[in-house]
């Protein structure tokens, strides 16, 4: 079965600062995507990723994605208070059905 | 983008009485639909796959005769909790495969439900 890695699963940081959460997965993928959840909500989509070298940004988060190393990664940069969430990334394999497996989550703390 | 749809939001109700939860794909079609139940600070976990027309596919360790799906047309599946009990309360979320979109995935709002 395919899985997926993030790291870290907790992370606390000052706002102004920059920090990359990692998500690794152990077979080869179709897509990667990234997704925001905020407390008590459900899923937001944020990227979508599908081709080797895939870099995509919108506003303070960059994601990109290297199939070679089974590896994609999500930067913030001069990170804000609003940016406090969970944020999941997703594999889909390729399967007919296209199935999600998802990381265990990264809860994102941005304090003053 | 594309809308995913959840009815009701948040649902309490008595032990040994079922729950049905609706899920509707508002602008698109979609000939697979997933259920998700996710526990507090957890990941989500699949607990079926619902194809259009066809018996869905449960993961295991999943009850198929607790939780019954049913995908009746191409915007709507249904997740019914038969015989609730305390420990199904949860946060049940629904997902939604746009085939014309190059299978993207839509989640909807999400349902709480809560089983005294």
């Known amino acids: 079965e395919l899985k997926v890695e993030q790291n870290p699963l907790f992370l606390s940081m000052q706002e102004g600062k920059n920090y990359t959460i990692y998500c690794n997965y152990s077979?080869?993928?179709?897509?990667l995507y990234w997704y925001r959840q905020d407390p008590g909500k459900s899923l937001e989509s944020l990227f979508v990723?599908?081709?080797?070298?895939a870099v995509k940004q919108e506003g303070r988060l960059m994601a990109s994605l290297d199939t070679k190393a089974r590896l994609s990664t999500l930067h913030i940069t001069a990170a804000v208070h609003d940016l406090s969430a969970t944020y999941f990334c997703a594999v889909d394999r390729g399967s007919t059905l296209g199935r999600l497996y998802f990381g265990r989550g990264t809860q994102l703390t941005v304090w003053p | 983008g594309a809308v995913v749809s959840q009815h009701p939001s948040r649902v309490i109700c008595k032990s040994g009485t079922s729950v049905k939860i609706e899920c509707r794909s508002l602008d698109f079609q979609a000939t697979t639909m997933f259920w998700y139940r996710q526990f507090p600070k957890k990941s989500l976990m699949l607990m079926a796959t619902s194809n259009e027309g066809s018996k869905a596919t449960y993961e295991q360790g999943v009850e198929k005769d607790k939780f019954l799906i049913n995908h009746a047309s191409l915007t709507l599946s249904t997740l019914t909790v038969t015989s609730a009990h305390p420990e199904d309360s949860s946060f049940y979320i629904c997902?939604?495969?746009?085939?014309?979109?190059?299978?993207?995935?839509?989640f909807g709002p999400g349902t709480r439900l809560l089983v005294l």
């Open positions: 077979t080869t993928s179709d897509r």
């Open positions: 997902s939604a495969r746009d085939s014309g979109r190059a299978g993207t995935q839509y």
């Open positions: 990723l599908l081709s080797n070298g």
